[in-house]
């Protein structure tokens, strides 16, 4: 599952010119479904939505409180077009998402985890597979993006580095594994 937890004042969502859900104080969250993503990611997600430290505490430290602590509202929104694919192209590719008969009965179980973790009166909901209009006033503005790969530790290498004029000599060269590994925990390089 892929999400993005935006900070916000208030939100809601319109379909069709109704509104179907508001919140003030709290969190927005998009969600999108992937294939491969089970119940238990969902679970996973459901906890850390609540959980992230998104909000100053009383005497000012960042980064402190949860949406539970501070008792806001959340606000959970599907989003398949997370993830889309743009590498190829201008225009998107949603074969990342699940299919929407199966992705319903995951987000659905999503939702119904963030309601059962903590108040469900606190937990809105968008509609599923709807056109929606989503409004937010952003408090921050304040946005995390989190991918729930349980156990997937993912590194961008650039496979093709910018080639140099000249031979670089032996002394001014670093170890490329050297240069690798300063920035992993050392359990990473065992």
């Known amino acids: 599952m892929k999400a993005i937890l935006q900070r916000v004042a208030s939100a809601s969502v319109t379909v069709d010119k109704e509104l179907v859900s508001s919140i003030g104080k709290g969190l927005l969250v998009f969600a999108a479904v992937a294939p491969e993503d089970t119940q238990k990611e969902a679970e996973s997600m459901a906890a850390k939505v609540l959980k992230m430290k998104m909000w100053d505490d009383d005497n000012g430290s960042k980064w402190k409180q949860s949406v539970q602590d501070i008792r806001g509202e959340v606000l959970c929104v599907s989003q398949f077009t997370l993830l889309a694919n743009t590498k190829k192209g201008n225009r998107p590719d949603f074969h990342g998402a699940m ?92």
């Open 99 to 190: 299919s929407h008969e199966k992705a319903k009965d995951l987000y659905d179980h999503f939702f119904n985890k963030v309601q059962e973790i903590y108040t469900p009166d606190k937990v809105k909901n968008g509609v599923f597979q709807a056109m929606m209009d989503v409004g937010l006033v952003n408090d921050g503005p304040v946005g995390v993006d989190y991918r729930s790969d349980e156990g997937v530790v993912t590194l961008e290498i650039n496979t093709n580095p910018p080639k140099t004029e000249g031979k670089p000599r032996p002394e001014d060269q670093k170890s490329r594994s050297d240069e690798f590994a300063s920035g992993l925990p050392a359990s990473l390089l065992e």
